[in-house]
C-alpha cells in the first residue's frame, strides 16, 4: 500500500464516522437546536444527547481533570431559565444563591452564574453561562454537583481553560 492510499482510506473513514467519537463524524459540531459547537473529538466524548439536552465527557489528557459539561435548551426568559437550571443542579441548603455576571456567549450578550458550597473545606463551584437566541435559552453547565461537603471530589479544582475553549467555540445559528 502506498502512503497515498492509506491516507486517502483514513480520510474516507474520518467522513464516514468510523474514527469519530460519539458516532458523529470528527468535523461534524454537536448541535441542540441553533446552538452549534465545534468541540476536539480527542478531548471530549459526546456522552448523551436528545434533542434538548447534551453532555460532554473529558477524555484524552483531559480525563480525571475536567467535569463533564451540560448544554441544555428550554424555552423562556434567560435570567429565569438560568437560575431555575442553577437550582435544579446544584440543589439544597449544601448551596448558595448563585452569583451573577454579564458576560458574551456565542456572539449575544449572555448571564454567567457562580454557585458555591456552604461548606468550609474546599469544594468546587458550579458555573452554569445562558444565552437567549429567538425564545430559546441555551444553557452550559458543569456537571459538578455534590451530594455533601464530605464527599469524595473527583475533580476539585478545573483547569478553567478548557471550558472557556468549548464556550467560544459555541455558535447560534438560524
Given at each position: 500500500m502506498t502512503v497515498h492510499t492509506i491516507v486517502s482510506a483514513l480520510r474516507a473513514a474520518a467522513l464516514s464516522g468510523v474514527l469519530a467519537a460519539g458516532g458523529a463524524a470528527a468535523n461534524e459540531p454537536l448541535r441542540l437546536g441553533g446552538?452549534?459547537?465545534?468541540?476536539?473529538?480527542?478531548?471530549?466524548?459526546?456522552?448523551?444527547?436528545?434533542?434538548?439536552?447534551?453532555?460532554?465527557?473529558?477524555?484524552g489528557g483531559l480525563e480525571g481533570e475536567q467535569d463533564p459539561v451540560r448544554?441544555?435548551?428550554?424555552?423562556?426568559d434567560v435570567e429565569q431559565v438560568c437560575r431555575a437550571l442553577a437550582h435544579e443542579t446544584w440543589a439544597g441548603d449544601?448551596?448558595?444563591d448563585p452569583d451573577p455576571t454579564p458576560t458574551d456567549l456565542a456572539g449575544h450578550p449572555a448571564l454567567r452564574l457562580a454557585v458555591h458550597t456552604r461548606c468550609r473545606n474546599a469544594t468546587p463551584v458550579g458555573h452554569i453561562a445562558c444565552v437567549e437566541a429567538g425564545g430559546t435559552v441555551y444553557a452550559v453547565m458543569t456537571v459538578n454537583a455534590i451530594v455533601s461537603c464530605r464527599a469524595d471530589i473527583p475533580?476539585?479544582?478545573?483547569?478553567?481553560?478548557?471550558?472557556?475553549?468549548?464556550?467560544?467555540?459555541?455558535?447560534?445559528?438560524?
Open positions: 446552538l452549534a459547537l465545534d468541540y476536539d473529538p480527542g478531548s471530549w466524548r459526546l456522552a448523551r444527547s436528545t434533542a434538548d439536552e447534551a453532555v460532554l465527557e473529558p477524555r448544554f441544555v435548551r428550554r424555552p423562556g449544601l448551596y448558595g475533580v476539585l479544582f478545573p483547569d478553567p481553560a478548557p471550558l472557556d475553549e468549548l464556550l467560544r467555540s459555541l455558535r447560534i445559528e438560524p
